[in-house]
């Protein structure tokens, strides 16, 4: 009986050890991050940590394997008429800071992009974007954010949660209105760019962004401020909007 009481014991003891085994491994490849290659890394790419594919429209698989045995950090893929990002740009979020993806026919970002958690430029210039993922809230690292030249009818709620946005470009879209209640959590936000939108007001409490330094606002539909306020610059800008806070 003992003995197998002892035996039930060490069964029951391996058994927990697998389970526990299978709990910590990644649900899946994909999770664990993309194996790297056994070649031996480009030394131009290792030394500039990046990858130029503008108005590449094929990509050879060993560039892709190059990108993630160097690293690297930089990948441009600009002008390449690309309807969606590549899996294998995705497959680079153990080392990718920023991701030039301007001037394509973009109408969506995937999921998966909340994965790049490293990147901190985005540039999603000239697409043809309504909205994004709200997994972008996941890249906390952001702090270039370009938006300019698609169809943004609204500032991305997914963008108010992302601490570290110095500057956000999101001129010549569709915009409204905007939402200072939210813009003034972004206390990192220095630089915003509204300019050739379809602001019909221009809301005082925006000179309350805590760090704003600059606020382009130019070609909307508002009057007030005037076009001799706006000339001035951001600075006369700021300081006629704080003028107009009302007071409590």
């Known amino acids: 009986k003992q003995w197998y009481q002892r035996r039930v ?25 993309p194996t790297i290659p056994d070649i031996k890394p480009d030394e131009i790419m290792m030394q500039t940590k990046t990858l130029e594919l503008d108005r590449k429209t094929t990509v050879p698989n060993e560039l892709w394997d190059q990108a993630v045995v160097c690293s690297i950090v930089r990948l441009s893929m600009q002008y390449c008429g690309l309807t969606v990002i590549p899996e294998q740009a995705l497959n680079l979020r153990g080392s990718l800071q920023e991701l030039e993806l301007g001037s394509n026919n973009l109408h969506q970002l995937p999921p998966e992009i909340g994965k790049l958690v490293k990147l901190r430029k985005l540039n999603l210039l000239n697409n043809n974007l309504k909205e994004l993922p709200e997994e972008i809230s996941s890249l906390v690292a ?25 500057n956000l470009i999101i001129s010549n879209n569709q915009i409204r209105t905007v939402e200072p209640a939210k813009l003034i959590t972004m206390t990192s936000l220095v ?15 925006l000179s ?11 070609g909307n ?12 610059g951001s600075a006369e800008v700021i300081a006629w909007l704080k003028n107009k806070v009302p007071q409590p």
């Open 221 to 232: 539909t508002f009057k007030i401020p005037r076009a001799d306020v706006l000339a001035k």
């Open 208 to 218: 309350l962004i805590p760090n704003i330094r600059t606020l382009l606002v130019m």
């Open 142 to 166: 952001l702090e270039d954010v370009n938006l300019g030249q698609n169809k943004f009818e609204h500032i991305p709620e997914c963008l108010y949660s992302l601490p570290g946005i110095c």
């Open 191 to 205: 630089c915003l760019d509204l300019e050739n939108n379809n602001i019909g007001r221009l809301p005082p409490e």
């Open 9 to 33: 014991a060490i069964t029951t003891g391996n058994a927990i050890k697998d389970y526990l085994k299978l709990k910590l491994q990644p649900d899946s490849l994909e999770e664990a991050g």
